[in-house]
Nanobody
């Protein structure tokens, strides 16, 4: 069973930046980021496609967030710039066990991001 560990969360002022990391204990493929704010449903943030390295983002973060990966480190990053209070949430990464699937077999434990106004 592959484990995903997120890190990099914290408290930041509006307009600031954070970089989250998602490190896998084994080989994973398509990797997505999600977030869940208090009292709200979990929402999709973005995904990096393993085969092409292409990325897709939710409209709410497009132009501010960037997903990248370091295959040698089995790590996917979420660079978050121009943060807003509405970005406050627990951020989760999730990964697929099979290259061609966009079904997430593994989930991390989450990391808290708090953006103060």
């Amino acid at each position: 069973q592959v484990q995903l560990v997120e890190s990099g969360g914290g408290l930041v002022q509006a307009g600031g930046s954070l970089r989250l990391s998602c490190t896998a204990s084994g080989r994973t493929f398509n990797t997505g980021w999600f977030r869940q704010a208090p009292g709200k449903e979990r929402e999709f943030v973005g995904v990096i496609i393993w085969s092409a390295g292409s990325t897709y983002y939710a409209d709410s973060v497009k132009g501010r967030f960037t997903i990248s990966r370091d295959n040698a480190k089995n790590t996917v990053y979420l660079q978050m710039n121009s943060l807003k209070p509405d970005d406050t949430a627990v951020y989760y990464c999730a990964a697929a066990a099979i290259p061609s699937r966009l079904v997430y077999d593994y989930w991390g434990q989450g990391t808290q991001v708090t953006v103060s106004s």
